[in-house]
């Protein structure tokens, strides 16, 4: 049955390696569920013709907005302040310790793709300052363009990781970039996990090296570093950024429409064809 | 000025008490626990008053001053000072207004996002562990939802430029039209409530507005209406709403501020669809500095027969 399969649908945790490829012989499309591509050996899927569609830019509103929303949660200290209110704790008026201002502040985003443009968009009407750092730099975007991470980190005073996981970014935050950034920094990672070297921002976080993270992402899913755990000035959802009921809806269509197209030779969407 | 008596109400800003230190007698009304003793030996001498929300200058208050001047509230509500009374015995009232407008705008979107996106809830979610056990439950996207603002003053325009940026199509309520706006108007609230997804209150509490979110606004909400409050208490009411949160009447609600604080109704603790905070909105360290920047301005130019910096009486 396998020898006969022409289109596959995966998500992000299927690994479709040269070994799976050989077991469909007849493969000639795979869709991803996810953004990422991380998982796909592209390159043999390349040689041996076989098509990779993604979902594109269609979570892209719902990745920005989770962005943004960890960034003023940790800033802000909302979640903390939930836990306290709702702990019963708040019985003096005024009393509760005071968060940081938005407005601004020097935002630094790492990838300007779809994700990346639309946090800086919604970034940029709080007042902040917005500088970026991309494989290239992107003519039509009218932010100042970075050309390596250290220096982004060294004019920022908070980070977004908005890129995809490859052979260059991986750990490319560590220790070094994280002290660049400075003891008031703010990192925000949506993408992947592994962007971040885990331990390097354990370390800075206890040793207060750095402000505060939000992250929906991990290194090792769904394992999370037990030091975070009793931090304040951390906030961490499960890998949650694009699980809203729209965007489910919006993806089951685009799955079922590409399959569609592939099946009546139509053009793809969303065809993934970097290598 | 170290001769001229400013009384303190509460201890909310150790930087505004350094400042007010160094340029008047500033005498502490906390340090006071028996009333009495204090307006004996103070009550006299007072020229100038810094409160805030929760310490109310009303007409008792202001009587048993009668060297008063100048209140000036370490925020930029009003609803606790009487500003007819003080104007008619010559009292100045100033406010902290602009400082703190982008702030309390970032917390009301800051509520919105975590609110409908779950945020909260999220992090309880790995925090305790459950994330090892499947994912965490749908959630409901922000971006281009309808937001509906009663109060398109400093801090509701503010919201709006913000929300505009996740494509949201924003709507207002006002005391009358504001037709250098391109936002659509609606002449009451209840309208603007059925015609959004997201109601903020951004307006001032006066008589006219208390309660101005009723019953009739939370069913005109409706179940998937988002209910946000970052004006004061006193605008919703209370029991109302947690009665409908409660029963599932409306999809949730962020609440910064409460009819009676600090308390805040227990019913609404095990909500997973309601984020509470405790007065938080200008709740930063520039912005509470720049405030205290502002009182201590007022008060200086008072005292120096100067302009007032931000009058309002």
Redesign the interface.
């Known amino acids: 049955m396998a020898g006969s399969v022409k289109a596959a649908f995966c998500s992000a945790s299927s690994r479709v390696t040269t070994g799976v490829l050989q077991n469909l012989p007849e493969l000639r499309f795979i869709v991803t569920s996810s953004v990422g591509v991380d998982h796909i050996d592209l390159h043999e899927c390349k040689r041996r013709g076989v098509k990779v569609a993604n979902a594109g830019s269609i979570f892209s509103?719902?990745v920005?907005?989770?962005a943004?929303?960890?960034l003023?949660?940790v800033?802000?200290?909302?979640?903390a302040?939930?836990?306290?209110?709702?702990a019963?704790l708040?019985?003096?008026?005024?009393?509760?310790p005071?968060?940081?201002?938005?407005?601004g502040k020097r935002v630094g985003i790492i990838g300007m793709g779809s994700i990346g443009l639309d946090v800086a968009?919604?970034l940029?009407?709080?007042?902040c300052i917005i500088s970026y750092t991309s494989r290239n730099e992107k003519p039509h975007v009218k932010f100042p363009f970075c050309p390596n991470i250290q220096e982004l980190a060294a004019k920022s005073e908070i980070l977004v990781i908005c890129c995809a996981l490859t052979d260059q970014t991986r750990h490319m935050i560590d220790k070094s970039v994280m002290l660049a950034l400075g003891r008031d920094g703010i990192i925000v990672n949506i993408a992947r996990g592994a962007i971040v070297n885990e331990k390097d921002l354990v370390e800075c976080l206890l040793q207060q090296e750095i402000a505060g993270v939000g992250l929906d992402v991990f290194e090792n899913?769904?394992?999370?570093p037990e030091e975070l755990?009793e931090l304040d000035n951390v906030?961490?959802?499960?890998h949650?950024a694009v699980?809203?009921?729209?965007?489910?809806r919006d993806l089951y269509e685009l799955v079922v429409r590409n399959l569609d197209a592939f099946f009546s030779n139509k053009p793809l969407m969303f065809e993934v064809t970097r290598v | 000025m170290e001769n001229i008596d400013v009384l303190i109400t509460?201890p909310?800003n150790p930087y505004l008490e350094q400042e007010l230190d160094k340029r008047f007698n500033l005498i502490r009304l906390w340090n006071y626990p028996q009333k009495q003793e204090f307006f004996k030996n103070h009550s006299d001498s007072i020229r100038g008053v810094v409160n805030?929300p929760?310490h109310p200058a009303d007409r008792e208050f202001i009587d048993s001053l009668p060297a008063l001047e100048i209140v000036s509230s370490y925020s930029v509500g009003l609803d606790h000072v009487d500003l007819g009374y003080c104007k008619g015995k010559g009292v100045k009232v100033t406010n902290t207004p602009d400082v703190l407008t982008?702030?309390v705008a970032?917390?009301a979107?800051?509520?919105m996002?975590?609110t409908l996106?779950?945020?909260?809830e999220?992090?309880?979610?790995?925090?305790s562990g459950l994330?090892?056990k499947g994912?965490?439950?749908?959630?409901?996207?922000?971006?281009?939802k309808k937001v509906g603002i009663i109060g398109l003053g400093r801090i509701g325009t503010a919201i709006a430029?913000?929300a505009?940026?996740?494509?949201c199509p924003i709507s207002y309520y006002s005391r009358s039209e504001k037709p250098e706006s391109n936002y659509k108007y609606f002449p009451s609230v209840v309208e603007l409530a059925s015609h959004c997804d997201i109601l903020v209150v951004a307006c001032p509490l006066t008589e006219q507005t208390r309660h101005i979110v009723n019953r009739e606004v939370l069913d005109a909400l409706g179940p998937k209406g988002f209910l946000i409050n970052i004006g004061r208490g006193p605008h919703v009411d209370e029991p109302e709403l947690v009665a409908a949160l409660v029963e599932g009447r409306i999809a949730g609600a962020g609440l910064d501020v409460f009819e009676n604080?600090?308390h805040?109704p227990?019913e609404?603790?095990?909500l997973d669809n309601v984020?509470?905070?405790?007065?938080?909105g200008s709740?930063?360290?520039?912005?509470?500095n720049a405030m205290a920047d502002l009182v201590i301005g007022n008060l200086e130019a008072h005292f120096s027969k100067k302009p007032l910096l931000t009058p309002v009486v």
């Open positions: 509103e719902d920005a907005d989770a943004v929303g960890l003023i949660d800033l802000r200290r909302i979640s302040a939930n836990r306290f209110v709702k019963g708040w019985h003096e008026n005024g009393g509760y005071l968060g940081h201002k938005l407005g968009k919604r940029n009407a709080f007042g899913e769904p394992n999370v755990l906030v961490m959802t499960p949650h699980m809203t009921e729209q965007s489910l | 509460t909310v805030n929760w982008e702030d970032d917390l979107i800051g509520l996002l975590t996106r779950g945020i909260s999220c992090d309880r979610y790995v925090r994330w090892k994912d965490f439950k749908l959630t409901t996207k922000f971006s281009g430029k913000r505009e940026a996740f494509n604080e600090p805040v227990e609404l603790f095990g984020v509470l905070l405790p007065h938080v709740g930063t360290v520039e912005t509470r």
